[in-house]
């Protein structure tokens, strides 16, 4: 079954440093996502992306972030200076469809700054 | 702005009892309404949703929802627990609108099933 990956599955990283956090979407999808889930708390919508280019985006998506597609496959999310409170675990997503269909995510990635 | 509320952080239910997992939510149009589940250190697993039509929804590992407008709820069930089914459990809307584009879900908090042997 066709399954939405992302690398690493771990990250830690001093506070003020640029991460990038990569995802390898369904092959065939054509939206993708990304969310964060800090500890304990629920899952938060960050932006989705469609046609190389931002669709949507929370408020918590501010100027530290970005999103790339940088080849056919791969969908990154970069934070340029990472702060304390961007310790989160953050998930990839992908649909084939914008609204009526579910979205399928990846295991996440668990960003720890310190 | 759309919003889902999970009134329960935790329900435990005694295996082969039915479970019931609330979800009330509310958008400015019609919803598209979505169950996942999360097991620990995991991401998050679809179960179910709905669009339109019947309004009783089956999904997956026997998991069924039933929307009522009315109530604006999306209530999650399963006549049957099982252990396996103890997890993390969000609701998540989907606001219909008009201009379409790939909007994200809003999450519920999520609430904790515990089912116990």
């Known amino acids: 079954e066709p399954e939405v990956t992302q690398t690493p599955s771990h990250q830690v990283t001093q506070m003020g440093q640029e991460v990038i956090l990569r995802c390898v979407p369904i092959?065939?999808?054509?939206?993708f996502y990304w969310y964060r889930q800090i500890l304990g708390q629920k899952v938060e919508f960050l932006v989705s992306f469609y046609n190389n280019e931002i669709s949507e985006k929370s408020e918590i998506f501010d100027d530290q972030f970005s999103v790339e597609r940088p080849d056919g496959s791969n969908f990154t999310l970069k934070i340029r200076s990472t702060k304390l409170e961007d310790s989160a675990m953050y998930f990839c997503?992908?649909?084939?469809?914008?609204?009526?269909?579910?979205?399928?995510f990846g295991q996440g990635t668990r960003l720890t700054v310190v | 702005a759309q919003s889902v509320a999970q009134p329960e952080d935790q329900v435990n239910v005694a295996e082969g009892n039915p479970l019931t997992v609330k979800c009330t939510y509310s958008?400015?149009?019609?919803?598209?309404l979505f169950w996942y589940v999360q097991y620990p250190n995991r991401g998050l697993q679809f179960l179910l949703k709905?669009?339109?039509?019947?309004?009783l929804v089956k999904g997956s590992y026997g998991f069924e929802a039933e929307f009522n407008k009315s109530q604006t709820s999306f209530h999650l069930k399963k006549p049957s627990a099982l252990v396996s089914d103890s997890a993390l459990y969000f609701c998540?809307?989907?606001?219909?609108?008009?201009?379409?584009?790939?909007?994200?879900?809003?999450f519920g908090k999520g609430t904790h099933l515990i089912i116990q042997p």
């Open positions: 958008v400015s149009g019609n919803p598209y």
């Open positions: 709905y669009i339109t039509g019947d309004n």
């Open positions: 998540a809307v989907r606001d219909i609108k008009s201009g379409g584009g790939a909007d994200g879900l809003t």
């Open positions: 997503a992908s649909s084939s469809r914008p609204m009526n269909t579910e979205a399928f």
């Open positions: 092959s065939n999808h054509l939206y």
